[in-house]
């Protein structure tokens, strides 16, 4: 196992159901430590950007809206296999497929609002953390 870091944003659905507390009890709970954290209007052009690869999607125009509908809570998760784990406790994309006790199947609605991100591979990772944070603001 090594130690790593992967970037998480709780969304704006998740915000509006006040379970961030819930949520980050989650990632304690799975041994991911929460290393650096803001909540943030995403503009627009923010949300574009982070999702940047889905840009020629079908759903990219929803997926910027619903990012913009509120504030999101980003942070940096840490531990073994961060990455993987976080993937693991989010469950699937569509809550609807999420396995039992996952937080998508027990907070998410919808595969547009499906409560949280987490970054997908180490360089992807690496890329979103440095979109959000600077190297003052990680120690
Ligand atoms: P995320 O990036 O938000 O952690 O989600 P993910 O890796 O599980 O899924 P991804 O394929 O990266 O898609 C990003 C977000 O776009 C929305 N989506 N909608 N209607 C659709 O077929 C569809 N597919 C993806 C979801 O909200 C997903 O979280
Ligand atoms: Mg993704």
């Known amino acids: 196992?090594?130690?790593?870091?992967?970037?998480?944003?709780?969304?704006?659905?998740?915000?509006?159901?006040n379970v961030i507390g819930q949520i980050y009890q989650r990632f304690e709970d799975s041994g991911l430590k929460i290393v650096a954290a803001k909540m943030k209007q995403l503009s627009q052009a923010e949300a574009e950007g982070f999702y940047a690869v889905h840009s020629e999607r079908p759903f990219f125009g929803d997926l910027v809206s619903f990012m913009t509908s509120g504030p999101v809570m980003i942070q940096v998760l840490e531990g073994d296999d961060a990455i993987t784990k976080n993937r693991d406790i989010m469950g699937a994309t569509n809550p609807k497929e999420a396995a039992a006790g996952t937080i998508r199947a027990d907070f998410a609605e919808s595969i547009d609002a499906n409560a949280v991100h987490g970054s997908d591979a180490p360089e992807t990772a690496a890329q979103e953390i440095a979109y959000f944070f600077s190297s003052i603001e990680l120690n």
């Open 1 to 17: 196992m090594s130690k790593e870091r992967t970037l998480s944003i709780i969304k704006p659905d998740a915000v509006a159901k």
